[in-house]
């Protein structure tokens, strides 16, 4: 059985975009896995991991991190005609939304969350998230989330502007087909609602407000 190495907080509070990208992928594969529990300072001290991120998967003794390498290779190793999320026709497609999601969303979310995920954490883990954010950006997370909030035409509201528009003529990213491109994106707004309330999604923006349901409805049944 795949062992999946999730990045958590307090109370095993799962909120990593990208691992969920990977729980969605198996979940819609229904291929079986072991959540392994992982915080931010267990993985820097367990000399499993070395230069490995979260999500990170042991597959019959085979370790591998990226939630796009594992995605791929889960796609091309429990190979099922009837849930095809990854294919030869539609690799450069999600390639795409991988690095725009990676690029622009997840920067856009993280402005208006980067402190509020400080709360869902231990204290050790608070202290290493901190103290790490703080020389990543250069100013304490209080100060970049609270000076980022007070942007009016912000980047997330951008983001959310241009995808309510790509989903105006179809139901999903790539079309009328779920992808993995959909799994990418889920999982960073999944990623802002389990820490914050300041990645809700506007009224305005029907369309990306209809492919989240149409998302959420999948894998509720």
Same mark, same amino acid.
């Given at each position: 059985?795949?062992?999946?190495?999730?990045?958590?907080?307090?109370?095993?509070?799962?909120?990593?975009?990208?691992?969920? @990208?990977?729980?969605?992928?198996?979940?819609?594969?229904?291929?079986?896995?072991?959540?392994?529990?992982?915080?931010?300072?267990? @993985?820097?001290?367990?000399?499993?991991?070395?230069?490995?991120?979260?999500?990170?998967?042991?597959?019959?003794?085979?370790?591998?991190?990226?939630?796009?390498?594992?995605?791929?290779?889960?796609?091309?190793?429990?190979?099922?005609?009837?849930?095809?999320?990854?294919?030869?026709?539609?690799?450069?497609?999600?390639?795409?939304?991988?690095?725009?999601?990676?690029?622009?969303?997840?920067?856009?979310?993280?402005?208006?969350?980067?402190?509020?995920?400080?709360?869902?954490?231990?204290?050790?883990?608070?202290?290493?998230?901190?103290?790490?954010?703080?020389?990543?950006?250069?100013?304490?997370? @209080?100060?970049?989330?609270?000076?980022?909030?007070?942007?009016?035409?912000?980047?997330?509201?951008?983001?959310?502007?241009?995808?309510?528009?790509?989903?105006?003529?179809?139901?999903?990213?790539?079309?009328?087909?779920?992808?993995?491109?959909?799994?990418?994106?889920?999982?960073?707004?999944?990623?802002?609602?389990?820490?914050?309330?300041?990645? @809700?999604?506007?009224?305005?923006?029907?369309?990306?407000?209809?492919?989240?349901?149409?998302?959420?409805?999948?894998?509720?049944?």
């Amino acid at each position: 059985m795949i062992k999946l190495y999730d990045l958590v907080g307090k109370d095993n509070l799962s909120f990593s975009p990208y691992c969920w @990208r990977i729980k969605y992928l198996l979940n819609y594969k229904k291929i079986p896995y072991q959540i392994i529990p992982t915080t931010f300072t267990a @993985r820097i001290k367990n000399n499993f991991f070395g230069e490995s991120r979260l999500p990170t998967i042991l597959d019959n003794n085979e370790k591998i991190s990226d939630s796009f390498v594992i995605a791929k290779y889960i796609e091309k190793k429990y190979f099922d005609h009837s849930s095809i999320l990854i294919s030869s026709s539609n690799i450069d497609s999600i390639t795409f939304i991988n690095n725009w999601a990676d690029t622009f969303l997840n920067k856009s979310i993280v402005q208006r969350i980067l402190n509020d995920i400080s709360f869902h954490l231990d204290e050790d883990d608070r202290d290493y998230f901190i103290t790490s954010r703080t020389n990543r950006f250069g100013e304490h997370p @209080r100060d970049y989330q609270a000076k980022n909030l007070l942007i009016i035409n912000n980047e997330f509201l951008q983001n959310c502007k241009f995808l309510n528009i790509h989903l105006s003529d179809r139901t999903f990213i790539l079309g009328d087909k779920i992808s993995y491109a959909d799994l990418i994106l889920a999982g960073s707004f999944l990623w802002g609602e389990k820490v914050s309330t300041n990645t @809700r999604i506007d009224d305005m923006f029907e369309h990306l407000l209809k492919w989240k349901e149409e998302i959420k409805n999948i894998f509720e049944n």
